[in-house]
C-alpha cells in the first residue's frame, strides 16, 4: 500500500500561527505529494515533492522529506481561516497505486 | 474550477433504484479515476482507467458498475446499493495513471435510503 499516515490526526490552531502536519510511510517512493480538501469538496493539489529532494517551497507552504525516516512535514506559515481544511499526503513508487490516508484536519479560528 | 465536473452534485436513492454518476474532464488527460470517501474513513480507490481500459478494480463489489467510453467521460452505474453505500464518490483525473498530480472533481454526495 502507498497510503500515507497523517499526524496529527486534528490540529486547531489562531489565525497568524504556523501549523504543521506529518506523513509517514513503509516503502520507497518516487515523490510525495501534498493535498487539501475543503468540507464536502474534491481534493486540490498543494505541492510535490520528489525524491531526491529535501526542501520544497510554494508561497506559504514548506513540506520537508526525510527519506532516510520515511517522513515529510507540511508547514503553512502564517495561517489564515481560509486554510481550515482536511491535508493529506500520498505517494508515487511501485504500483502506481495512489491512496490516502485519513488526513490532518486542520482549524484555522480568528 | 479544477477542469474535473461531476455530476450530480447530491443524490437520494433507494436500495432498488439505478442511477449514474458521470465525471468530464476538460484537461486532455489519459486516466481517470473513482474514489469513495466515507466519513472518518480514508479515501478508498475503487477503479482506474488508463486510456479507456481499466487498469485496477479495487474489489469493488459488482452493484458498481464503471463505464469509460473515452479518455474524458467516465460514469459510475449504481444499483441495488446499500444503506453503508453512503458517501461522497470523488472522479479524478490524470495526464496518465500513476502520474504526479491528481486532479478531482468536487464529487457526488449519495444518501442511500
Known amino acids: 500500500s502507498q497510503q500515507g499516515e497523517e499526524d496529527p490526526q486534528a490540529l486547531s490552531i489562531q489565525e497568524g500561527e504556523n501549523a504543521t502536519m506529518n506523513c509517514s510511510y513503509k516503502t520507497s517512493i518516487n515523490n510525495l505529494q501534498w493535498y487539501r480538501q475543503n468540507s464536502g469538496r474534491g481534493l486540490v493539489h498543494l505541492i510535490l515533492i520528489r525524491s531526491n529532494e529535501r526542501e520544497k517551497h510554494s508561497g506559504r507552504l514548506r513540506v520537508t522529506l526525510d527519506t532516510s525516516k520515511k517522513s515529510s512535514s507540511l508547514l503553512i506559515t502564517a495561517s489564515r481561516a481560509a486554510d481550515t481544511a482536511s491535508y493529506f499526503c500520498?505517494?508515487?513508487?511501485?504500483?502506481?497505486?495512489?491512496?490516502f490516508g485519513t488526513g490532518t484536519q486542520l482549524k484555522v479560528e480568528l | 474550477e479544477t477542469g474535473v465536473t461531476q455530476t450530480p452534485r447530491h443524490l437520494v436513492m433507494g436500495m432498488t433504484n439505478k442511477k449514474s454518476l458521470k465525471c468530464e474532464q476538460h484537461l486532455g488527460h489519459n486516466a481517470m479515476y473513482w474514489y469513495k470517501q466515507s466519513a472518518k474513513k480514508p479515501l478508498e480507490l475503487m477503479f482506474v482507467y488508463n486510456f479507456k481500459e481499466q487498469t485496477e478494480n479495487n474489489s469493488v463489489p459488482s452493484r458498481f458498475s464503471p463505464e469509460c467510453p473515452n479518455s474524458s467521460h467516465l460514469f459510475l452505474h449504481l444499483h441495488t446499493l446499500q444503506p453503508e453505500d453512503s458517501a461522497l464518490y470523488l472522479c479524478?483525473?490524470?495526464?496518465?495513471?500513476?502520474?504526479?498530480?491528481?486532479?478531482f472533481g468536487s464529487g457526488t454526495q449519495l444518501s442511500v435510503l
Open positions: 479524478a483525473s490524470s495526464q496518465e495513471q500513476g502520474w504526479e498530480k491528481l486532479f
Open positions: 500520498t505517494r508515487t513508487g511501485g504500483g502506481n497505486k495512489l491512496t
